[in-house]
Every structure is written in structure tokens, then in C-alpha cells.
């Protein structure tokens, strides 16, 4: 083999070869993989009402739709995970991607409630799969400055997508139609399918188990749980219905933690979350994650079922918040490595809770250019704010060795604050929802409003103090 020359201060070769465009090659069909994972946790909000009205969706039904995937997409995340180091990244990835596009299908050809809230269930299990095989194939691939150039894409497009996804939703609804959101994935899932294996080698399998029942009582548990909050808004909080699901969902949540401390090979290690750094990590994504993705669920049926907007319009709506969203995370990505993560962390969830505050002044004559959209705006400047501040604390302040098992519990309380968020706020505005009017609608926004000042006043305590520097990813 020709030994090509190194640069002689990265030690890298400063000649492209074939292998670095397939890297960088395999980086795009990455990237283009995962958006559709984090586009399909918002786009289906505009698309609700057109999907009530042709399958006869109740309330309950229209929150599944959006909890069924973020639910099955975080609670096996961890096990994908582990098939990766078991059957290898390559190899996990190509069936995640392959069992996402055929359930994005199944979803888009549903024609009852059944078949839809299955098909969104395929969908997360195959997204499970499909993400963290991605991701490790990134860190793997890339080293030094390219990794963090890398890994700044990847967090770009996890920051951005969620956001564009109401507008792509809407766009597509009134276009072709509702089942787009899930057609528009199968295209690009088969055309990555058939280059990806191209640009990605094979490597081998490291050996490691698989903790099964942790998996399933982890998406049991947490299903429940959502269960019992969701029905919560028909039932009331003390009715059986409710009450029931929840107190058996915390029983299983302390089998879980049994089953983990006995296993040799856990699914989560618990002892990482007696890290500080960690437990305030994942706090501070549930509660972004749950307030950001309420405000789509809530802003979605309140615009086109209380206020006539048409899908199209809705997801313009939300365009400057996709915008801010953005520019939080832009701001807080340049000011952590000078005053810290909890100053920022306080300061988003503190600008978040104002813009909360402002969206409880709906109203059913009002103009939502002057009342819906500042508040969101302002909210999602500050939960940009927050999710940045969630990923440094709980990986730049932790060890190394730790930081992958970090990342995953990190990547899991995203998709719990998602379905656990939309299930609350679709409970207390269960009303609204159903009829139109507007109170339940502000209910809700106070809700989220308190929701938000209180885990400010909590990140006062829970967040370490201190600077440190973010040498990972900026989002632009």
C-alpha cells in the first residue's frame, strides 16, 4: 500500500480520497435519515385535523398519533443501541431504515385508527433502530475537528427539524393530502437504502448483551403512563380509567430499576443519574422537549379548529419559530463557554415561561399574529436556549468513557418529554379540543407557562455552577 503523506500539525492527510468522500457522502444520507426521523415527531400536527375528519378520529385517538411514535422511538432507543454494538451499526441502521419506510407506508395507506396508531408504532420502533446506529456510525467515522464539524451537522439538523416539520406538514396537507406526511418518506428511504451500503464498510459486531426486559418494561411503563394521563381528560384524574394505568406504571418503573441493578448488562446504568451533570441534562431536554413539542400539538388544533386556518397557513405560522428556535440555540451555543450552562439554562426556561404567560391572552376574536405568535416566538427562543444548555451540561461535564451512555439517556428524555408533554396538555384542553372554545386552550398555556418558571427555579439549584467550553457542536 502507497503511504501518503500526513499534514504535519493535524496528522491527517490533506488529500481527498475515495474513502473521505464516502464518508462525507455517507454523512449526507445520515443526516437526510435522521431529519425524517425528527420531521415525523411534528409533522403530523397540521395534518390532525384533516386525519380527525376522514377517519373519525376522537381527541384520544389524535394524541396517539402523535405519542404512538415518540413513546416506541425513546423507549427502545436504548435497546437499538445495544443491537448495534451486538449486530453491528451497519447492519442495525439498514433495518431501521428499511422497517421505518415500510411502516411510513403502511401509515400513509391507513384507513382507520387501528392502522394508523399501528403504523406510527412501526415507525418508532424502526426510528429506535435507525438513530443511534447513525449517530455511531458518525463518531466512529469521523475524528478530531471532523468530528465536531460532523457532529455540528447532525445536532443542526436534530435542532431545526423538529420546527420545519409543522411547516412541511402543512404544506403537504393542503397539497396532496394528509397521508403525504407519511408517503413523502418512502422515496427518500429507498433511495437511501440503495446507496448507503455503497458508503458505509462493514465492521465487526463488538459482543455485548441484550437486556430485553429492561426494553420492554421501560416502553411499558411509560406507556401507561401516558395512557392514564391521556385519559385523564375524559375520565377525570381521580376516575379509575386514570388512576390505575398511572399507579401501574410506577409499579413498573420500579421493576425496571430492579431489573437494571441485577443486570450485567444493563440497558440504562442508574448509577448515572447519581451525576449531577446527567440528572440535569436529562431534566432540563424532558421539560424543552415536552413544552416544545405541546406548543406545536396545542398551536396546530387551536389555529385550524377553533380559528379556521387552513393547513398551509398553519404551518407558515410557525415558520418564525422555527427561526427562533434556532437562533436560542445559536446564542446559547456561543455563550456557554463564558458564563456557563446555568445562567443560560435559567434564562431560556425563564424566557419560555413569559412566553407561555403571553398565550394565555387567546382569545376566539382576537388576531393570532398578535397573540398566538409572539408567544410563541419568545418561547422558542428560549427553549432553543434550553436544549443546548441540556446537551453540554450532560456531556461536557461528564468523563469520556461515560459520555456515550450520557448521550443515550439524553436522546431517550427527548422522545419521553415529547409524548409525555402532548398527552398532558391534550388532557387539560381535552374540552377545547372537542368543541373549539377557548379555555381550555389558555388552561393549558398556564399550565405550560408554570411548568417552565418552576424548572427555571429548579435549574438554579440542579445545574452544575461554572464555565466550561463546549468544543462539540454549534447550531446554525
Known sequence: MTQQALDPESGADPRPSAVDQRRWIALALLCLAQFMLVLDVTVVNVALPDMAVDLRLGRETLTWVV????????????????????????????AGLAVFTLASLATGLADNAETLIGGRIAQGMGAALLSPSALAIVTTSFNGAERNKALGIWAAIGGTGSAVGVLIGGALTAGPGWEWVFYINVPVGIAAL??????????????????????????????????????????GWGGATTLLPLAAAAVLYGVFAMVERASRAPLMDLRMFTRRPVLAGAFL????????????????????????????????????????????????????????SRPIAVTGLAVAAVGAALLTRLSATGSPYTTLLPGFVITAVGIGAVFVTATTTALVLVDDQDAGLASAVINTFHEAGGSIGVAVVSTVAATSIEDGAIDGFTDAFILCAITAAVAAVVATVLVPRGKHRWTGPHIH
Open 285 to 340: 431536554m424532558l421539560v424543552g422537549t415536552a413544552l416544545l413539542i405541546a406548543f406545536f400539538f396545542l398551536g396546530s388544533v387551536y389555529l385550524q379548529h377553533a380559528r379556521g386556518f387552513s393547513a398551509l397557513k398553519t404551518g407558515l405560522m410557525f415558520l418564525p419559530t422555527a427561526v427562533a428556535t434556532g437562533l436560542g440555540a445559536h446564542v446559547a451555543s456561543r455563550l456557554t463557554g463564558r458564563i456557563g
Open 67 to 94: 405519542t404512538a411514535y415518540t413513546l416506541c422511538f425513546g423507549g427502545l432507543m436504548l435497546l437499538g443501541g445495544r443491537l448495534a454494538d451486538t449486530l453491528g451499526a451497519r447492519r442495525t441502521l439498514l
Open 194 to 235: 440503495a446507496l448507503l451500503p455503497a458508503v458505509i464498510p462493514a465492521r465487526p459486531p463488538r459482543q455485548a448483551r441484550l437486556d430485553l426486559p429492561g426494553a420492554l418494561l421501560a416502553t411499558a411503563a411509560t406507556a401507561l403512563l401516558i395512557y392514564g394521563l391521556v385519559k385523564a381528560g375524559d375520565s
